[in-house]
């Protein structure tokens, strides 16, 4: 069965909203494992925005299934929080400074040495490394080149284009997938997945290991409550 990893970023843009620590997001990612997810998923940027860097301390003290730190690489500071809490996995995402959210993947191509050297440093730690790619086989075949453990394929493209067309939506995605497979990578994705879009997702891609998945969630949660929903979106997983 796939794994879900629950991004909590929403809930730490709602608290800081206001000050204080509500709601709390150590209860939060603590309720949402409790509730069946089998991951917390983080994405700390350099304002802090959303979550600070201190949640990651707070977060991995008490995290029982696996903790994801997404981020961009080439921010020292970044770096520095990822090896002080070793996670279980780390997501090397090229976000550009001040970027609202992920909108492309690596060119594992162009950057093949960097990325090769990123990998590195994590995977000395023990850290798991994933590496955000387009759903492109010459972005796949780079990221073997780079030595990560897996990809993790956007999604945003699928999600836009579901409803128009599903199977033609979905098509370069599962090439992708095939080619990692091929090639001994392991697959998460993530980016705009939904109630509406996963399990078709969930079902095509072959050795989908993990989804991260935030916005949607948090949303559906304000409707729905958050025990229902991570239960609905893990329902799509089976």
């Known amino acids: 069965m796939t794994k879900l990893s629950v991004n909590i970023n929403k809930i730490a843009t709602l608290r800081n909203s206001r000050g204080g620590n509500n709601p709390d997001l150590v209860k939060v990612a603590l309720d949402c494992e409790r509730f069946g ?7 700390p940027r350099p304002d802090e925005r959303h979550i600070r860097y201190q949640d990651v301390y707070d977060l991995k003290a008490v995290i029982a299934t696996e903790l994801n730190i997404e981020g961009n690489c080439r921010e020292d500071k970044f770096v520095d929080l990822v090896l002080a809490n070793k996670p279980a996995q780390v ?33 000395k730690e023990s850290i ?3 590496i955000f790619v387009d759903p492109v086989v010459e972005m796949v075949e780079g990221a073997v080149e780079t030595g990560t453990d897996r990809i ?6 699928y999600a836009q284009n579901y409803f128009a067309d599903r199977e033609k939506a979905i098509v370069n995605y599962i090439a992708a997938a095939h080619h990692a497979n091929k090639l001994g990578l392991g697959i998460n994705a993530g980016h705009d997945l939904d109630l509406h879009n996963l399990h078709y997702f969930a079902q095509s891609i ?33």
Not at 37 to 43: D, M, N, R, S
Not at 94 to 119: C, F, R
Not at 212 to 230: P, Q, R, W
Request: charged share 20%.
């Open 206 to 238: 072959p050795g989908l290991l993990e989804v991260s998945i935030g916005h949607a969630l948090i949303s559906d949660a304000l409707y729905l409550g958050l025990e229902t929903t991570v239960q609905k979106y893990l329902q799509q997983l089976i």
């Open 128 to 130: 798991r490394v994933s």
């Open 91 to 123: 997501t090397l995402v090229p976000d550009a400074e001040g970027q609202i959210t992920s909108n492309h993947g690596w060119d594992t191509v162009k950057y093949k040495d960097y990325l090769k050297e990123m990998v590195a440093v994590f995977q």
């Open 152 to 157: 993790e394929l956007y999604t945003e493209a």
């Open 37 to 43: 997810a089998q991951g917390i998923t983080v994405h």
